[in-house]
C-alpha cells in the first residue's frame, strides 16, 4: 500500500506515540490490569481516535486505509491499547449509520475524545459463533425495552461506558430477522458486570454483563425492530482489517527486536545472524507479515470504494492472528532463555494476539464466510441432529 502524504503524516504521529508512550509501560499496565483511561484521552486529543468518522464529530474524515495504518502503529507499542481506536471506528460507524442523530450526537464525539468506552454486546453464554442464535430476552412496555439475561465475553464489560446490545424481539425461533440492536447506558439501573481472568489482553477488562428488567427507551434503538443484526453485523468487514493490521503490528514489533538481536549476540564466535538457520525463519515471518498487512489494506481500500470486500476481510482475520502468533512465538525463541523471561514481551504479545484468534470471530467461522462468498450459502447450511 502505498500511503499519500496525509497518511504518512498520521502515520508518523501514530509511530511516535506508540513507541515514546506505549512501548515503555506496554507489560507494567498489561500487569496493572487497568485500563488507562489519561491515555485514552491523550490518543484522543491527537487524534488517532475514531479519525475516519466525520469531522462534525471530532474525527479527521479520513479513509478506513488510515484507520488501518493507526491501528498498525499503535499496537507495535501496544497491542491492547490499539484495540481502542478499532473500537471506536466500528461502533462510531455503526451509531452513524443506524442510530437516530441525538443519540450518535450523545455518544459519537465522546468516543473520538476519548472520553467515553462503548463495548459491544453479542456472545452469550450459549455460543457466539452462532450469533444468530442469540436469546437475551426483550419485551416491549410502552416507549421503553425490557432486557433480561445475559451477554459474555464483552469487552470493555467493566469499564465501557455504554454498551450496543444485542437483543431477541421476535420469536425463539426467527433466527437473525428477530434480533433489535439498541445502545444501552452503563449506569442504566439492573445491570450489572464481572470480569474475566484471561490469558492476555487483561486491561480490556472482557467479562460478563448481567441483565435484569433493564428498561431502554425505545429511541435508542439501531435501526428498526428486528433488523438490528443484518444491518448492524456489516460493520464487522470493518473492524476485521483493522484487528488483522494490528497483529501485524504486534508481531512487527517481535521481529524488529529479533533482528536486531541476531546482530549482537554472538555463538561459536560469531553473530547469530550469520547462520541462516536463525534468519531464515525470520525472513519467512517477515513474507507473511508483508502479505497479510497488504491484503488488509486492499481490503480496506476496497470497501472504501464501495467494491466487494467481505471474504478479503475473512481471510485476513484468520490469518493475521495466526501469523503473528506464529511469528511471534519464533521471535522468542531467536531470543534463546532470555525469550522465556517476563523481562522481554513477546510472552505478553503472543498471549495478547492469540485472543483475537477467537474475539470477532474464530478462524473456523471465517473460513465459513470465505467458502459461503465463493458458493453461496451452501456452504454453511447444516442438517441438524
Ligand atoms: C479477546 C476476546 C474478546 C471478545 N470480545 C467480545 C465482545 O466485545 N463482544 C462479544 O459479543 N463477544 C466477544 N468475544 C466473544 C467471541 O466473539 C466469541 O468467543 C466467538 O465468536 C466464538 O464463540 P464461542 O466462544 O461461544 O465459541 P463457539 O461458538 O462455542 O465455538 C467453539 C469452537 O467451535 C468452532 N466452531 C463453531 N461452529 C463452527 C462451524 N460451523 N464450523 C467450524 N467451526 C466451528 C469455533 O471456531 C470454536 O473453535 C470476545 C472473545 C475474546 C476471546
Partial sequence: MILNEDQLAIRDLARRFARDRLAPDYQAREAAGVMDRKLIR????LGLLGADLPEKFGGLGV??????????ELAFGDFNISAVPVGVSLLG??????ATPAIAEQWVPRMISGEAL???CVTEP????????????????????VLNGEKTSITFADSADAFIVFARTGSP???????????VSADTPGIARTRFDDVGSRIIGRGSVFFEDVRVPIENRLGAENQGFTHVMRGFDYSRALI??????????SLDEAWEYTTTRTTFGVPIAQYQGVTFPLVEGESLLAAVRQLSYHALALRYAGQPHTAE???VKWLGPKTAFDVIHQCLLTFGHYGWSKDLPHQQRLRDVMGLEIGDGTAGIMKLIVARERVGRVAVQYTKR
Fill in 42 to 45: 491523550e490518543m484522543g486529543d
Fill in 63 to 72: 479513509p478506513g486505509v488510515t484507520a488501518g495504518v493507526i491501528a498498525e
Fill in 93 to 98: 460507524a455503526i451509531l452513524m449509520g443506524s
Fill in 118 to 120: 462503548m463495548g459491544i
Fill in 126 to 145: 450459549s455460543g457466539g459463533s452462532d450469533a444468530a442464535n442469540l436469546k437475551l430476552r426483550c419485551r416491549r412496555a410502552g416507549e421503553f425495552y
Fill in 173 to 183: 425461533d426467527s433466527g437473525a430477522a428477530g434480533i433489535t440492536a439498541m445502545i
Fill in 244 to 253: 488483522a493490521l494490528q497483529c501485524v503490528g504486534c508481531a512487527q514489533a
Fill in 313 to 315: 476481510v475473512a481471510m
